[in-house]
């Protein structure tokens, strides 16, 4: 198995089909709390173009991405409708004792890994790969997180986001979570 950036068209594909398996639409209601899920669906322009300005992180093995997590800047607020109250929030979101607009970041577009490769600590390693590779850029990573989304939450936790913030919308109960690389 392989932490690296995406280098193909192919494996933008592959990421698709990976959220599609897991997106909530597809998740029997007893495996969500269990499994966790994926609430937003990319299309491959959207992802090429976001793979272009910053280029996503995937976990390979035998030639088959088995994991990903999306990195979705500021740029792309308003190309994923379900996602322009997440970005509104954040403008008015305060950490430590300043807006979250006042810091560089972007967000985590999204995270999954196939059931079969979980709990093997991939879910940690594409993380690592993000500071990695985008902390001398940027001095936060957010993301929200579903409050039914348990493993989800727990899986962040565990890497080293914090809650700073947590809202209702429409759709459910979110947290806003910060891994601050400064």
Request: aromatic residues 10%; glycine residues 4%.
């Amino acid at each position: 198995m392989k932490i690296k950036l995406v280098e193909s068209n192919n494996e933008l594909e592959q990421i698709l089909e990976l959220q599609n398996d897991n997106h909530y639409e597809n998740i029997p209601p007893d495996l969500k709390n269990k499994n966790g899920f994926v609430t937003v669906r990319h299309n491959l322009e959207l992802l090429l173009k976001m793979n272009d300005k910053a280029k996503q992180i995937i976990a390979v093995e035998n030639g088959k991405v088995i994991g990903y997590a999306l990195v979705m800047l500021k740029k792309f607020r308003n190309l994923i409708p379900v996602l322009v109250p997440m970005f509104d929030n954040f403008e008015d979101t305060r950490y430590k004792n300043s807006k979250l607009s006042n810091f560089n970041y972007y967000v985590m577009g999204q995270v999954c890994i196939s059931e079969k490769h979980r709990g093997k600590g991939i879910f940690k390693s594409l993380y690592l790969k993000h500071r990695e590779i985008y902390s001398s850029q940027f001095e936060l990573c957010l993301t929200e997180v579903s409050s039914s989304n348990l493993i989800s939450m727990k899986a962040h936790q565990k890497v080293g986001f914090k809650t700073i913030s947590t809202f209702k919308d429409s759709t459910d109960e979110w947290n806003i979570l910060a891994w601050d690389w400064k």
